[in-house]
C-alpha cells in the first residue's frame, strides 16, 4: 500500500498521560500536514511540514502539542499531559512540493478517560 | 478566522436520486477541494478545482468553482448505496498558504 499510514489507529489513555502518533507520508510528497478533527466537524490544520522544516503551526497547537520530522519522512505528533479535550482524531497528509492535493491517511482516534 | 459554510448539513435522499451541495465563504480561494469521509477513515478526495469557474467531472459527481472565487459546488448524479458518507469541502486561501480550510461537511445518508 503506497498512500499515508498512521500508527495507531486508535489510542486510548489516561487524562495526565503523554501520547505519540505516527505518520509515513507517500514516498515522495515532501509536505506533510497534521490536522485534528472532534466529532462533527471538518478536519482543523495543526502544522505543517516542507521536508524537516516545521514551516507553520496553528494557535490550536499549545505547549502540550510538538511534531517533528526529523529525517523529512516519517512524523511523530506528541501530546503531554493529554486532558479530555484533546480527544479528537488525529489526521495526518501527504503533498507532493508545488502540488494542491493533499492525501490523507486513515487517522488515529485518540480516546483519553 | 476563515471559515467555509457548508450546506445543507445533511441529506436524506433515495437511492437514484440526483444531490447537490455547496460551500460559499467571505474570503477568497485559490484552490477548492472535495473529500469523502467514512466512518473511522480519513478524507478521500474527489475532485480538485485550480480556476474560476472550472467545471470538473469525475464520474457521477461533478463540481464548480465559483466565479467570484468565494464558493464551489459538488452534484452527484444517480446516486446509489456506496455513495453514503460526509463530504467536505476544502479550500486554500492563496498561492502561498499551504493549509486547507474545511467546510463543516455534508452528511449523505441514501435510503434504498
Known amino acids: 500500500d503506497t498512500g499515508v499510514s498512521q500508527n495507531p489507529r486508535h489510542k486510548i489513555t489516561k487524562r495526565g498521560q503523554n501520547v505519540t502518533f505516527r505518520c509515513d507520508p507517500i514516498s515522495e510528497h515532501n509536505r506533510l500536514y497534521w490536522y485534528r478533527q472532534t466529532l462533527g466537524q471538518g478536519p482543523e490544520f495543526l502544522t505543517y511540514f516542507q521536508n524537516e522544516a516545521q514551516l507553520e503551526k496553528s494557535r490550536l497547537l499549545s505547549d502540550r502539542f510538538s511534531a517533528e520530522r526529523p529525517k523529512g519522512s516519517f512524523s511523530t505528533l506528541e501530546i503531554q499531559r493529554t486532558e479530555q479535550g484533546d480527544s479528537a482524531m488525529y489526521l495526518c497528509?501527504?503533498?507532493?512540493?508545488?502540488?494542491?492535493?493533499?492525501?490523507f491517511g486513515q487517522g488515529t482516534r485518540l480516546t483519553v478517560v | 478566522g476563515q471559515q467555509l459554510n457548508q450546506s445543507p448539513q445533511s441529506m436524506f435522499i433515495q437511492e437514484g436520486e440526483d444531490v447537490s451541495m455547496n460551500c460559499t465563504s467571505s474570503?477568497?480561494?485559490?484552490?477548492w477541494l472535495w473529500y469523502k469521509q467514512e466512518p473511522g477513515e480519513g478524507p478521500v478526495l474527489l475532485i480538485a478545482?485550480?480556476?474560476?469557474?472550472e467545471l470538473t467531472s469525475n464520474g457521477r459527481l461533478t463540481a464548480q468553482f465559483g466565479i467570484t472565487r468565494k464558493d464551489s459546488f459538488l452534484n452527484i448524479s444517480a446516486s446509489i448505496p456506496s455513495d453514503v458518507g460526509i463530504y467536505f469541502c476544502?479550500?486554500?486561501?492563496?498561492?502561498?498558504?499551504?493549509?486547507?480550510?474545511f467546510g463543516q461537511g455534508t452528511r449523505l445518508t441514501i435510503n434504498p
Open positions: 497528509a501527504s503533498e507532493l512540493r508545488g502540488g494542491t492535493e493533499a492525501f
Open positions: 478545482l485550480y480556476k474560476a469557474g
Open positions: 474570503s477568497i480561494f485559490n484552490t
Open positions: 476544502a479550500g486554500q486561501l492563496s498561492l502561498g498558504a499551504q493549509k486547507l480550510v
